[in-house]
C-alpha cells in the first residue's frame, strides 16, 4: 500500500530563512509526486507536481522540490520564506496505476515569525 | 466563483442521526472525488466519480457511508447513524479525466466540517 510520511509536524523559521521540508513516499510503482498548501481559512491548493523528467521541479511563490527515487523522497524548498508562507504543507503521492485517489502525509504546519 | 462549492460549511449533530453534505465541482470536471480530514492529518480518500459512475471506494467508506452523483454533476454524501468518530473535514475535489502522468490536478472545496456530539 501507498503511504506518505512527513517528519516535521511543525516547523517554526524567521522571515528569510531557508526552508526545507522532508517528504518520503513508500511505493515499488511509478508515482507522481505533489505538494499542496493550505493556508488559514483557505481551500488546499497545488503547490507544484512532478510526473516525469527533471527531478527538480519548481513551483508556485518561489517553491521547489527535488525528487530522488533512490531515497523515495521528495522534499519541498525555498530559500528564503515571508510571513506570507504561514500555512500548512501537505506532501502527496498518486500511482501512476491508480489514475484516481492520491495519498496524502499528514502535514507540516509553518508558521513563520515576522 | 467557479470553483468547487460544498454546503453546508459546517454541521453539527446528535449519534445516530443521519447527514447529508453536498459539492458541485468545477462545471466542466468530469471526476468528483470526496476525502475526510481528521485533526493532524492529511485529507484521506474516501470514494470517487467519473461522471455518475462509481468507481472506486476505500475501505473507510462503512456502510453507513454513501455518495452519489446521479446527473454526473453536483454529488451528496450521506452518513447515517452518526457515531462521534464521524466527526471531521468532508473534502470535496474535482478534476478532468487523467492527462499527462496518469493525472489531472485535483482542485478542492471548502470542506464540510462535521462535529457529532
Known amino acids: 500500500a501507498q503511504s506518505v510520511s512527513q517528519h516535521n509536524h511543525h516547523v517554526i523559521l524567521s522571515e528569510a530563512a531557508s526552508l526545507e521540508l522532508g517528504c518520503n513516499y513508500s511505493?515499488?510503482?511509478?508515482?507522481?509526486l505533489f505538494w499542496y498548501v493550505q493556508y488559514p481559512g483557505q481551500h488546499l491548493q497545488l503547490l507544484l507536481k512532478?510526473?516525469?523528467?527533471?527531478?527538480l521541479v519548481k513551483g508556485i511563490k518561489g517553491f521547489e522540490a527535488e525528487f530522488i527515487k533512490s531515497k523515495f523522497s521528495f522534499n519541498l524548498r525555498k530559500p528564503s520564506v515571508q510571513w506570507s508562507d504561514t500555512a500548512e504543507y501537505f506532501c502527496?503521492?498518486?500511482?501512476?496505476?491508480?489514475?484516481?485517489?492520491?495519498?496524502f502525509g499528514s502535514g507540516t504546519r509553518l508558521s513563520i515569525r515576522p | 466563483d467557479t470553483g468547487v462549492s460544498q454546503d453546508p460549511r459546517h454541521k453539527i449533530t446528535k449519534r445516530g442521526q443521519n447527514v447529508t453534505f453536498r459539492c458541485d465541482p468545477i462545471?466542466?470536471?468530469?471526476?468528483l472525488y470526496w476525502y475526510r480530514q481528521t485533526l493532524g492529518q492529511g485529507p484521506e480518500f474516501l470514494t470517487y466519480?467519473?461522471?455518475?459512475?462509481?468507481?472506486?471506494k476505500s475501505r473507510l467508506l462503512s456502510d453507513r457511508f454513501s455518495a452519489e452523483r446521479p446527473k454526473g454533476s453536483f454529488s451528496t454524501l450521506e452518513i447515517q447513524r452518526t457515531e462521534q468518530g464521524d466527526s471531521a473535514m468532508y473534502l470535496c475535489?474535482?478534476?478532468?479525466?487523467?492527462?499527462?502522468?496518469?493525472?489531472?490536478?485535483?482542485?478542492f472545496g471548502p470542506g464540510t466540517r462535521l462535529t457529532v456530539l
Open positions: 475535489a474535482s478534476s478532468l479525466s487523467p492527462g499527462e502522468g496518469g493525472y489531472n490536478e485535483q482542485f
Open positions: 511505493y515499488g510503482g511509478t508515482v507522481n
Open positions: 512532478y510526473f516525469s523528467g527533471d527531478p
Open positions: 502527496a503521492v498518486n500511482a501512476y496505476s491508480s489514475a484516481s485517489k492520491i495519498i
Open positions: 462545471s466542466e470536471h468530469n471526476r
Open positions: 466519480f467519473q461522471n455518475e459512475a462509481q468507481l472506486e
